[in-house]
């Protein structure tokens, strides 16, 4: 359930200011000090927020906050600057008003600060979505671009606002942002080129210093060294808790975020350096021969580089610094600038030059906020603008600020009596006058557009002849002589010629807030606000296109003799635009007060709030405020709140609130002319009658708590007795089933205890008996056993002996029989049966034999050497010629299948085995190859094809040879062929025949005995082929080769067999020597020619 709660809840002092009693200044001022006191830095008058500036960090703006406060009735919690945005913001969403939110105080006072707290609570509470994030975004993010190019440390705040804000917030149907509209007012431009003891320039500058990197600074012609620039003061050039280096990168992510491209923000910061530049340049006096003071420009390379960064020829700007044009009508005057007025140019040119380019900045950050396409609903705006100002020294520019706040005030107190009046109508209440002052007079007396003070200003500025401050005064001291709110010595008045406060070159103004004196100096200069046109022009021929932009007015083509309108006429222009702009909406106000002037927390002077107290009118407002009824409340909350005061509407009104409100008020004693009814609040004249009823609320709760007291401890005692009466029950049946459960188990023991004694004894006695019984059973059985077994063996007796009789009976007549059998055939079987047994058995034998041996007879292979053993020693003769023969008769078998290809390759198998076998070692290996014979393919290759033309016979052996060199015992490869005829060299890659030696010609073959594949083919001594010598060759395939030269017949293949031949080499003899040697790189035949005469052929050893 929601807890409904109330601002007069846990109240430290009063909330609403409306309330407070007795109402006076000083408890006013006590009131607000109690509440600063406990950190309640904010209070109310009515829906006015007033609020202190507490110096510090205070945890009242956490999320969580903005969740307590939303969609909460304004009254309904402690008062806070979220309750009023709340409030705003809702009327703005869901009642469609346009809203605005006017926050006033003098500086320091935390308006700034308001400002960014109200947007960002709007922005918490609003929609959200992608689209509507990038728009909050940019709208608070504009913030620090403003505050850094438009605030600077001021001796009353570090951050102070030197420019006036509005800001404009659009929002669709939905109450979701869809853009903003900045205006900017009067910028405090004399601070460019001369700040106060004790204050800064623009934070920009420092920032810009301290943050850019070395090289950013090296493009912008700058040193990161303050001191190098006249216009940076440097007192108080590094503040306290300030981190300009940190604060420049958050200003430049701002700008990314609003928007600014990166060519935008760096012109921006050429033009702030250029600033910095002018202040540097200096000048000093020249006089001509005509006797006209000049002024020259002393150290040109700032100038030089100024110009450099805004891209304008030095030439013409170092002129405009020196003369000044004046052109009326047809006429052009040129006269040369003495040092004063060259110095006045420079800095007039400084602050136009910065006070444009933050016009500049507020234009350009506007394109990026600004609505886009959708159709705009509803607008809230929030004014942040400068408080009212009294300074010791108060100039032109105090004058303008305090112009503004006096409008302010005005618009203050008429929408504040128009609100309270059309609520009085509202809830039909009748409306009594209330007296206030109307500060509408002073505003006449500064705006009056026939005798006001800015139009006396301006008359002056534009009159011909000699205009000077000191005219100006005596203008408005003839003028304004009679007006109440004016004071001068020099008016007619008299009561002020002997006023001694009253400087004679000052005239005072009684505002709303008090009285301030202003020094005429300076008033004409910074109204008519003059650039010389020669500095604009020069300006406007820069190569740089955002100077150009600001400069338009020296576009020479458009040159206007007009003058322009002056500062207090725009002023006044744009706060008349202001005013009526408010007007149109629904004011909200926060009223910012500065709690002490030290910057500090804690710290609360009483004269100081006094007198902001004063001149913001406050008790004013609350006077107005309680003229009429002091305090109000919807019906609804105002019976839940005091239901408890009349037993009728306690605890529970059925009716209309309305009625039961009545019912309650009727009911308690008070006047009725005290209270009014509305058409749904109830109006109380009286704060004091509001603080009887909470009296009475108080009490009623208290009695209410001792009732609810009363009547719970009750309650409680007899829960506590009705417990303790259900635990005795418990325990004492608990306790007696136990006592009964104990006897009875003594009882039971002792039943089982005599019962056992009972049974024993019957049991013993029945055991005995059974005993007796059962001896008596076994002992007859015992003697019937005895007489039984007696009378078995003697029976077993009788049968054995009677058996033993038979089988003697048997065996005594088999034998007598047998006896008489072989007696009778005796003479029979010596004749026959003796030989006939014999042959039966042999033959018998002899077929078991065969019958075995079909069965294991071995393989068909011939290689076969099994046989079965032999079975019977007499057959051993029959048993190996049995081998033999099936031995002839399988190889038949096996030479039965052969081809005569086949028989052909064996037989050639068979006569390689007489030439080689046990001779040579390469032999066994050659055995289990095939000779295959053409090992080329020599047909069928492409590449042989000629050489197979070639030869004129059938080709019997192909193969790859290694033809040995003489020279160094290396091979060379050669295609070897053999024919019936003849054998053929050829080269392997061409097929070229290289030597063809017919068989007749061949002598011998020599081949050693080892495992290598050399051999020499010798020649016949005087044949044709022997002219170039013997042929020493190696071949895998040796054992096949010399096994078909062997073949072909002829005498001349003998076959030599050793380890040691001779070979003819054309004239030589050399020796072939085979020896074994251990391998050393491979299991490879290595040939050497060890000599002349000697080729050594080492053969690996063969395990
Ligand atoms: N609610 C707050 N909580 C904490 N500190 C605050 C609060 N309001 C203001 N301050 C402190 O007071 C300082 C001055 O506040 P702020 O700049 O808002 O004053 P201002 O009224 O805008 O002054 P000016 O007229 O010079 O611009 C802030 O820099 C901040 O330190
Ligand atoms: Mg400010």
């Not at 969740?67 to 409030?87: K, T, V």
């Not at 979505?129 to 993010?141: D, S, Y």
């Not at 079909?854 to 029959?878: E, N, Q």
């Not at 393919?937 to 019997?956: F, R």
């Amino acid at each position: 359930m929601e807890v409904k709660t109330s601002l007069l809840d846990n109240m430290i002092g009063v909330g609403d200011m409306v309330l407070l009693e007795p109402l006076s200044e000083d408890s006013f001022i006590d009131n607000l000090k109690n509440r600063f006191e406990h950190n309640e830095i904010y209070t109310y008058i009515g829906s006015v927020v007033i609020s202190m500036n507490p110096y510090r960090h205070l945890p009242i703006f956490t999320p969580d906050k903005v969740e307590e406060y939303r969609n909460r009735n304004f009254y309904e919690l402690s008062p806070h600057i979220y309750a009023l945005a709340d409030e705003a913001y809702r009327s703005l969403r869901d009642q469609d008003k346009d809203q605005c939110i006017l926050i006033t105080g003098e500086s320091g006072a935390g308006k700034t600060e308001a400002s960014k707290l109200v947007m960002s609570y709007v922005a918490a509470v609003c929609g959200k979505g992608q689209e509507v994030n990038k728009v909050k975004e940019q709208l608070l993010q504009s913030n620090p671009v403003l505050e850094a190019f438009g605030n600077a440390k001021t001796v009353r705040n570090d951050n102070s606002s030197r420019f006036g804000k509005y800001m404009d917030i659009e929002f669709d149907f939905k109450g979701d942002p869809l853009g903003g509209v900045i205006s900017n007012y009067l910028l405090e431009k004399s601070r460019v080129v001369k700040q106060p003891r004790g204050e800064r320039n623009f934070h920009v500058f420092y920032q810009l210093l301290s943050g850019s990197s070395d090289e950013a600074l090296k493009k912008l012609k700058l040193h990161r060294d303050f001191s190098k620039y006249n216009y940076l003061s440097l007192d108080s050039a590094a503040v306290n808790g300030l981190d300009d280096a940190a604060n420049f990168r958050t200003v430049r992510n701002a700008m990314q975020i609003v928007g600014f491209m990166e060519d935008e923000v760096q012109s921006v910061l050429e033009l702030v350096a250029a600033v910095l530049k002018l202040g540097n340049i200096e000048f000093k006096p020249d006089s001509r021969s005509n006797g006209s003071d000049e002024s020259r420009i002393k150290d040109k390379n700032d100038l030089k580089e100024m110009c450099e960064l805004l891209g304008i020829e030095q030439s013409v700007l170092e002129r405009a610094f020196s003369y000044r044009t004046v052109e009326a009508k047809s006429e052009k005057v040129s006269t040369t600038l003495n040092v004063a007025q060259a110095y006045y140019a420079r800095d007039a040119l400084a602050k136009n030059l910065y006070s444009r380019l933050f016009s500049w900045l507020v234009t350009r950050i506007n394109e990026s906020i600004k609505a886009q396409g959708k159709t705009r609903h509803k607008v809230m705006g929030v004014l942040d603008i400068y408080g009212f100002e009294i300074f010791e020294d108060n100039s032109f520019e105090q004058f303008i600020i305090n112009y503004c706040n006096e409008k302010l005030q005005q618009i203050f107190i008429e929408l504040t009596l128009r609100e309270e009046q059309e609520e009085y109508i509202r809830e039909g209440i009748e409306w009594t006058n209330i007296e206030y002052f109307n500060n509408a007079v002073i505003c006449d007396l500064i705006e009056n557009n026939k005798n006001g003070i800015l139009a006396m200003l301006d008359e002056e500025c534009l009159r011909p002849g000699t205009v000077t401050d000191e005219t100006f005064l005596d203008k408005l001291s003839t003028i304004c002589a009679e007006h109440l709110h004016f004071e001068s010595r020099l008016s007619k008045n008299s009561k002020f010629l002997t006023d001694h406060t009253l400087p004679h070159t000052c005239f005072r103004i009684q505002h709303y807030a008090g009285k301030v004196l202003y020094r005429a100096e300076g008033f004409v200069d910074k109204n008519n606000d003059l650039l010389y046109r020669d500095l604009s022009q020069a300006m406007y021929k820069a190569n740089h296109s955002l100077i150009k932009q600001l400069f338009p007015e020296g576009n020479p083509a458009k040159v206007n003799l007009k003058r322009p309108p002056t500062a207090g006429f725009q002023f006044k222009a744009s706060v008349g635009t202001l005013m009526r702009n408010l007007q149109t909406k629904n004011p909200n106000y926060i009223r910012c007060i500065k709690p002490n002037d030290k910057k500090a927390s804690h710290i609360f002077t009483d004269s100081l709030v006094r007198h902001q107290v004063r001149y913001l009118g406050l008790m004013e407002n609350v006077r107005v405020r309680r003229a009429g009824y002091a305090f109000r409340q919807p019906y609804e909350p105002c019976l839940e709140r005091y239901k408890m005061l009349c037993k009728r509407t306690w605890p529970h009104w059925q009716g209309p609130a309305r009625e039961g409100v009545e019912v309650m008020m009727s009911a308690l004693p008070v006047p009725a002319e005290e209270f009014s009814y509305g058409r749904s609040k109830i109006f109380i004249r009286n704060p004091r009658t509001l603080f009887f009823l909470e009296e009475r609320r108080r009490q009623c709760l208290q009695d209410l708590a001792t009732l609810i007291q009363k009547i719970y401890r009750g309650w409680k005692c007899r829960k506590h007795f009705l417990l303790l009466k259900k635990s005795q029950i418990v325990v004492s049946a608990w306790y007696r089933r136990y006592a009964q459960q104990k006897k009875y188990k003594q009882i039971k023991s002792a039943t089982t205890v005599v019962q056992s004694y009972t049974r024993g004894w019957q049991a013993r006695k029945l055991l005995r008996e059974l005993k007796h019984q059962k001896r008596c059973v076994e002992a007859v059985t015992t003697i019937s056993a005895f007489w039984h077994g007696t009378q078995a063996r003697r029976e077993l007796r009788k049968l054995k002996e009677e058996a033993r009789r038979k089988h003697a009976v048997a065996v005594i007549w088999a034998y007598w029989q047998g006896l008489k059998i072989r007696r009778e055939y005796r003479k029979f079987f010596r004749a026959n049966a003796g030989k006939k047994i014999y042959d039966f058995t042999i033959q018998r034998i002899m077929q078991k034999y065969f019958l075995g041996l079909k069965s294991t007879l071995p393989s068909m292979s011939p290689i076969d050497k099994s046989w079965p053993a032999r079975p019977y020693l007499f057959l051993g003769g029959v048993h190996s010629e049995l081998r033999r023969i099936f031995h002839l008769w399988r190889c038949k078998k096996y030479r039965s299948q052969f081809t005569v290809e086949k028989k052909a390759v064996y037989e050639e198998k068979l006569e390689a085995s007489e030439i080689f076998k046990d001779k040579k070692a390469l032999y066994p290996s050659s055995v289990s190859q095939p000779f295959k014979g053409d090992y080329l393919e020599i047909n069928k290759n492409p590449k042989y094809q000629k050489l197979s033309i070639a030869m004129e016979d059938k080709v019997l052996l192909a193969d790859v040879v290694n033809k040995i060199n003489r020279a160094n015992g290396k091979g060379t490869a050669r295609l070897f062929l053999l024919t019936k005829n003849s054998v053929v060299l050829a080269d392997q890659k061409t097929g070229q025949v290289k030597a063809s030696v017919p068989l007749p010609d061949l002598a011998s073959v020599s081949v050693s005995t080892q495992s290598d594949g050399f051999f020499a083919l010798k020649l016949k001594e005087g044949s044709a082929s022997a002219v170039k010598g013997d042929f020493l060759l190696s071949s895998e395939h040796l054992i096949e080769i010399i096994t078909k030269i062997h073949r072909m017949g002829t005498t001349a293949a003998d076959i030599d067999i050793s380890d040691e031949f001779l070979v003819q080499f054309k004239q030589d003899k050399v020796c072939v020597k085979f020896i074994q040697a251990v391998p050393k790189n491979g299991n490879s035949v290595s040939c050497k020619r060890k000599n002349n005469r000697l080729l050594e052929v080492s053969v690996p050893t063969t395990a």
